[in-house]
């Protein structure tokens, strides 16, 4: 395996790793976002704002998912062309 697909699944994984981390810290601070009073009036009555921000935490979670995923994608299949087996034929004309 060369060093540019394993740092490519290096990515994918650290990717995936922080989301997990993260989703919870933005779960907490959407909630305080909404929950926020000032003076007697709630922040998520602005117009939009409170949709916007009960989708961040759905935003987060599927860009950050889908990187990680593409990246170790990338870097299985850069490991495959790498190694040259071709073991199973029909599996290396479905990576391209």
Same mark, same amino acid.
């Given at each position: 395996?060369?060093?540019?697909?394993?740092?490519?699944?290096?990515?994918?994984?650290?990717?995936?790793?922080?989301?997990?981390?993260?989703? @919870? &810290?933005?779960?907490?601070?959407? /909630?305080?976002?909404? =929950?926020?009073? +000032?003076?007697?009036?709630?922040? *998520?009555?602005? $117009?939009?704002?409170?949709?916007?921000?009960?989708?961040?935490?759905?935003?987060?979670?599927?860009?950050?998912?889908?990187?990680?995923?593409? @990246? &170790?994608?990338?870097?299985?299949? /850069?490991?495959?062309? =790498?190694?040259? +087996?071709?073991?199973?034929?029909? *599996?290396?004309? $479905?990576?391209?």
């Amino acid at each position: 395996m060369k060093i540019g697909n394993f740092g490519t699944l290096l990515i994918g994984v650290i990717m995936i790793f922080i989301c997990i981390i993260m989703f @919870e &810290i933005v779960l907490d601070g959407v /909630g305080t976002i909404l =929950a926020w009073t +000032s003076g007697g009036s709630d922040i *998520s009555t602005f $117009t939009g704002f409170g949709s916007i921000v009960q989708l961040t935490p759905m935003l987060l979670w599927l860009g950050l998912f889908g990187f990680g995923g593409y @990246e &170790i994608y990338r870097g299985i299949r /850069g490991a495959r062309a =790498a190694s040259g +087996s071709n073991n199973n034929k029909n *599996s290396s004309k $479905t990576l391209r």
